[in-house]
C-alpha cells in the first residue's frame, strides 16, 4: 500500500512538473488621450481588467477587477503613471522602520561597517590589537558590541532588515503599484548588490532618492542619477578611477590635489584583524564605462569598441564620492574638504552635489573620442554628463531600453514591431519612460493572445501576488524575504550587475517549482510565522461544499478572469493527496542548496478538518501553473 501511494505522490509530482515547464515555454479627472485596443483582441472589458492588473501590479486583490472597471481602465493606467495615490495605511507600516529616511552620511555614522569599528576601537585603545588575537572570539565580541553601543552604532544587518521589509510592504500595500514595479524594475537594470559590502551603506537611500522618483521620467535623468549615487560609483570602483599619474602632477592647486590622496587612503579598508589594508594602485578603472554602455544604455550589440570603453573610463575619472565620515573612516579627508574656499574649489573645476563629487585634480584633462564624439582637452565635469546624455539618446540605447520594457510587460519574446513603436516613442519624447508604456499599453501587441499570461512570475512576484490575493495581514515581511530566497531570488544579494534575469527558462526547474508548491501550501496553512489569512472570510464565510467546490470558488477568486478548466482538471487528483505538504517539502529540500535559508515549517497549532482541507486547495491553487503566470 505504501508503494501506490509513494508512486501515486511521485505521478502527481512529475504531472505538476511536466505542466509547469510546458506551459512557460508555450508561450487621474480628465479622459486620458489614448484608448485601449482590448476589444480588437476579442477581449470583454473584465479579461482586459485582469490583465492590466497581471501587468502593472504585483498581482490584483479580491476587488481590484471591480475597482477598475468602476474607474475605466484607462483612466485607472493613468492614475498609476502619475503615481499620487494616498498610501496613508502603508506609510504607517512603514513609520516603524526609523532607518528608512536617513541620509547616506546618516547610515555612514550610524551604521557603520564592523572592521571600521574594530579600526576605530583599536585605534582608541578599547580594544588591544595583540591581545585580541590571543584571546577567545565570544570575549572579543562582547567587547566590540559594547564599544559600539557606548558610540551610538548599529549593526547594519539591523539597516538591511528594515530596508528589505520595506520593499516588502510596499509591493504587498502600495495603492501605486506601477512605481513599485518600475522601482523593482530599473533597479534590477541599474543593479547593485548589498554583496559588495563598500556599496551596502548607499543602497537604501540609492533605492529612495535615485532610483523610484525617476522611475517614470525622463531616462536621461534616471542615468545621469545613478552615474552620480555613491551606490553605483563604489558598486562599479568608479570612486577610485584616476587620470594618469602625469594628469594628476599637473593639478595647480597642491593642497586640493593632497586631501584627494588622502581620500584615496582613507577609503581603504581594514583586514580581518583590523589591520590597514595597502594603498589600492590608482589609475584609470573600466569597470563603470564598460557597464554603462554594455548594460545601461547601447546594450552587448551597441556598436561600441574596446577603445571606445577606454576613452569613455577616462571622460569620468574624478567622479567619485563626496567623504561622508564623521569619525575614523575618511573623516580627516570631509573635514578638510568643509574647511576649504567653496568658491575657490569651484575655480579648480570641482563639484559637490549632494554626496557627488567631481574631484577636478583626479580627472584625465586630455582629448578623448567616445563613439566618434571628440571631447578637447581641459575638459572637466561637464564632458561626463555630456557624454552620458549622449548614451542616453543613442539610437542604440532606444532599442535596447525599449526591449527590455516590452520584456518585462508584454512577453520574453516581444515583436519587432512594437519595440519599434516604442523606440520612436522613446526617441520623438526624448526618452520619457511613461510615454513609452503608454505606447507600449495602447498596441494591439499587448493585448493579444501572444501576451495574455505568458509572463512568469518571479519568486518575489510570486510571494507578493499571493498574500496580495488572499488579503494577508503582513506583521513579519521579514519571513516572505527567506522564502522568497529560497525560491531563488535573494533580493538585492545578485551579484553580477546584470540583475536578475527577467524570462521564464531562468526562474523554472524542477527544484524551483517543487518549493514554489511547499510556499503555497505553507502560506495557506498559516505556517509562515508573521503572514496572518482567513480564507473563509474571502468567500463571505460560506464553507464549500467539497474540496472540488473549493477549488472552483477560490481558482476564480484568486485567478480572476481565466479560463481555469483544464487547470481544475488537472489539479483535482492533487486535492485528497495524504501529507501533500510533508510529501513536497521533503521534495523540495532534496532539490535545493543546504545553503538556502531553512524554514519554520511546524509553528503553528494543527488546522481543523474543513480548515486543511480548505488550506491545501487554496495551496496548491498557488502551486498551480496557472497561477505562475501574469
Not at 471591480?66 to 493613468?78: C, Q
Not at 599637473?250 to 586631501?259: E, L, Y
Not at 488572499?470 to 513579519?476: G, R
Not at 478538518?609 to 497561477?627: R, T
Amino acid at each position: 500500500m505504501k508503494t501506490v501511494c509513494k508512486i501515486t505522490f511521485g505521478s502527481l509530482i512529475i504531472l505538476l512538473g511536466t505542466m509547469l515547464l510546458s506551459s512557460f515555454s508555450d508561450k487621474n479627472t480628465a479622459q486620458p488621450p489614448f484608448k485601449f485596443p482590448y476589444k480588437k483582441a476579442g477581449l470583454t472589458q473584465r479579461q482586459a481588467a485582469a490583465h492590466l492588473l497581471n501587468r502593472f501590479t504585483f498581482g490584483p486583490r479580491t476587488t481590484d477587477v471591480e475597482a477598475v472597471l468602476e474607474m475605466g481602465l484607462e483612466k485607472w493606467f493613468s492614475g498609476q503613471l502619475y503615481a499620487r495615490l494616498p498610501d496613508d495605511s502603508l506609510n504607517k507600516k512603514l513609520s516603524a522602520y526609523n532607518a528608512l529616511e536617513l541620509s547616506n552620511t546618516e547610515v555612514v555614522n550610524t551604521y557603520p561597517k564592523k572592521n571600521k569599528v574594530l579600526r576605530m576601537a583599536i585605534a582608541e585603545g578599547v580594544i588591544d590589537q595583540a591581545a585580541r588575537d590571543k584571546t577567545n572570539k565570544k570575549a572579543y565580541k562582547s567587547e566590540l558590541a559594547t564599544y559600539m553601543q557606548e558610540k551610538g552604532f548599529k549593526p547594519q544587518k539591523e539597516l538591511y532588515r528594515q530596508f528589505i521589509n520595506q520593499k516588502i510592504l510596499r509591493a504587498a500595500y502600495s495603492s501605486n503599484q506601477l512605481q513599485e514595479l518600475l522601482t523593482d524594475f530599473w533597479f534590477n537594470h541599474f543593479n547593485v548588490s548589498l554583496d559588495k559590502n563598500q556599496c551596502a551603506e548607499f543602497i537604501p537611500a540609492y533605492e529612495r532618492d535615485v532610483i523610484r522618483p525617476n522611475v517614470m521620467g525622463k531616462f536621461e535623468d534616471l542615468l545621469l542619477a545613478t552615474a552620480q549615487s555613491p551606490a553605483m560609483l563604489m558598486y562599479l570602483d568608479n570612486s577610485s578611477s584616476t587620470g594618469v599619474k602625469e594628469d594628476i602632477n599637473n593639478a595647480k592647486d597642491n593642497r586640493t590635489r593632497r586631501i584627494a590622496d588622502q581620500q584615496m587612503e582613507d577609503k581603504n579598508d581594514t583586514t580581518s584583524n583590523g589591520k590597514v589594508k595597502k594603498p589600492r594602485k590608482r589609475g584609470l578603472n573600466e569597470n563603470y564605462a564598460r557597464e554603462v554602455m554594455e548594460l545601461h544604455t547601447l546594450g552587448v550589440d551597441g556598436g561600441y569598441t574596446q577603445q571606445d570603453v577606454t576613452q569613455a573610463a577616462r571622460v569620468l575619472t574624478g567622479w567619485t564620492i563626496y567623504p561622508m565620515n564623521n569619525n575614523g573612516y575618511n573623516a580627516t579627508a570631509r573635514k578638510s574638504l568643509n574647511n576649504l574656499d567653496k568658491s575657490k574649489l569651484k575655480r579648480r573645476g570641482f563639484v559637490h552635489q549632494g554626496d557627488f563629487l567631481f574631484a577636478a585634480n583626479r580627472h584625465d584633462t586630455k582629448e578623448k573620442t567616445v563613439l566618434g564624439r571628440h571631447f578637447p582637452a581641459g575638459g572637466g565635469y561637464e564632458e561626463g554628463v555630456e557624454l552620458l546624455k549622449m548614451f542616453a539618446n543613442h539610437p542604440s540605447t532606444a532599442k535596447f531600453i525599449c526591449r527590455k520594457i516590452a520584456v518585462r510587460f508584454v512577453n520574453d519574446h516581444p515583436s519587432q514591431n512594437l519595440v519599434d513603436k516604442m523606440v520612436k516613442t522613446f526617441e520623438t519624447k526624448n526618452g520619457d519612460i511613461g510615454q513609452v508604456l503608454i505606447t507600449m499599453v495602447s498596441s494591439d501587441e499587448f493585448w493579444s493572445k501572444e501576451a495574455l499570461r505568458e509572463k512568469t512570475k518571479s519568486p518575489f512576484e510570486l510571494a507578493i501576488s499571493a498574500v496580495r490575493g488572499l488579503n494577508a495581514d503582513i506583521s513579519q515581511p521579514y519571513q516572505l524575504f527567506n522564502w522568497i530566497a529560497k525560491m531563488g531570488q535573494k533580493l538585492y544579494y545578485y551579484q553580477a550587475p546584470t540583475g536578475f534575469p527577467d524570462k521564464a527558462e531562468y526562474w523554472i526547474n524542477t527544484g524551483a517549482l517543487l518549493n514554489r508548491m511547499n510556499f503555497g501550501l505553507a502560506l495557506a496553512s498559516q505556517r509562515i510565522p508573521g503572514i496572518s489569512i482567513d480564507l473563509a472570510s474571502l468567500n463571505q464565510n460560506h464553507e464549500p461544499e467539497s474540496a472540488e467546490a473549493a477549488l472552483v470558488t477560490y481558482g476564480k477568486m484568486i485567478m480572476p478572469e481565466r479560463d481555469l478548466t483544464h487547470t481544475i482538471t488537472r489539479l483535482k487528483p492533487m486535492l485528497n493527496e495524504p501529507d501533500l505538504a510533508t510529501k513536497v517539502e521533503q521534495a523540495a529540500q532534496k532539490s535545493v542548496s543546504t545553503e538556502q535559508p531553512e524554514m519554520m515549517m511546524n509553528n503553528e497549532k494543527p488546522l481543523a478538518k474543513n480548515d486543511a482541507m480548505l488550506a491545501q486547495v487554496v495551496g496548491v491553487i498557488i502551486g498551480s501553473p496557472e497561477f505562475q503566470r501574469k
